[in-house]
């Protein structure tokens, strides 16, 4: 069983065609990667899986259970987590604050308990707190945990996004453009550390992003959108080698076919 399956998604934005028809299907621990220019609608696909959006029309299961129309926190429940494009952390809260948000749909404090101070809410803030640590620690950022996450370079606020999105203990995580504004270096540090994610958590990424040397490096399988339609997938080297993936996505046959080589 496919761990989702998204079919026939379609949206709209006024006289704008977001998405058509689109078909998405990812197998349980895979790295699977979407590329495509900008306006493509990869984004809008991200909002519809996370339930930010409503798709016009298409549905989606994930684990085999229908999805389509959950509200968000409901499908974040269930076990997908997202980080964004432009980050979005709470920045007057402190690096660790972040992170235990992104556990609150999986503490079921009630509110009598809360306002009691009740043993059973003091021994699972310890624990709460004891998780985000360990999280922190895990994206290298343990020593700034009492720092504002508006203090942080712009890459610690990545990774934050990545531990607070981990809080929530997904099988399924999207990340949308996560080595966006780092240099190769730093992102040759993310591959690796995605790696070591898959492995560990056993949790499944599906990754929005257009360095196409950590799209040829890490993923397991590719979708290309173009125009809220999409154009192709396979593996990276399937991709690579579709001329209509090279004539819509870099607007040439002659696309540098050396800079997009798996890393060994």
């Not at 998604?9 to 220019?37: H, Y």
């Not at 964004?84 to 690096?95: D, E, G």
């Not at 890490?218 to 396979?234: F, M, Q, R, T, Y």
Request: with cysteine; charged share 25%.
């Amino acid at each position: 069983m496919a761990l989702l399956e998204a079919v026939g998604i379609r949206k709209s934005f006024g006289g704008l065609l977001a998405l058509s028809e689109v078909d998405l299907r990812l197998e349980p621990g895979e790295i699977a990667s979407i590329i495509g220019p900008n306006g493509a609608g990869k984004t809008t696909l991200f909002n519809i899986l996370t339930g930010l959006d409503l798709p016009d029309s298409g549905a989606i299961w994930f684990g085999g259970r229908p999805v389509t129309g959950l509200k968000a926190e409901q499908i974040t429940a269930l076990g997908i987590a997202r980080t964004f494009q432009n980050i979005r952390l709470f920045a007057n809260m402190s690096v660790l604050e972040n992170v235990l948000v992104g556990m609150h749909c999986r503490l079921p404090f009630r509110l009598w308990s809360v306002l009691a101070r009740s043993r059973r809410f003091t021994e699972m803030e310890e624990k709460a707190w004891e998780q985000g640590q360990a999280l922190l620690e895990l994206v290298g950022l343990q020593d700034k945990q009492n720092e504002l996450a508006r203090n942080l370079p712009y890459g610690d606020q990545r990774r934050l996004e990545i531990a607070r999105a981990l809080a929530a203990r997904p099988m399924l995580l999207l990340l949308d453009e996560p080595t966006a504004g780092m240099n190769p270096g730093e992102a040759r540090v993310l591959m690796e550390f995605l790696r070591r994610l898959v492995e560990q958590f056993e949790v499944t990424l599906l990754l929005i992003e257009h360095n196409m040397r950590v799209v040829m490096s890490i993923s397991d399988w590719v979708s290309v959108l173009d125009h809220g339609e999409k154009i192709a997938e396979g593996t990276p080297e399937e991709v690579q080698q579709n001329p209509r993936v090279m004539e819509a996505y870099l607007g040439s046959k002659d696309w540098g076919k050396g800079s997009l080589q798996r890393d060994a």
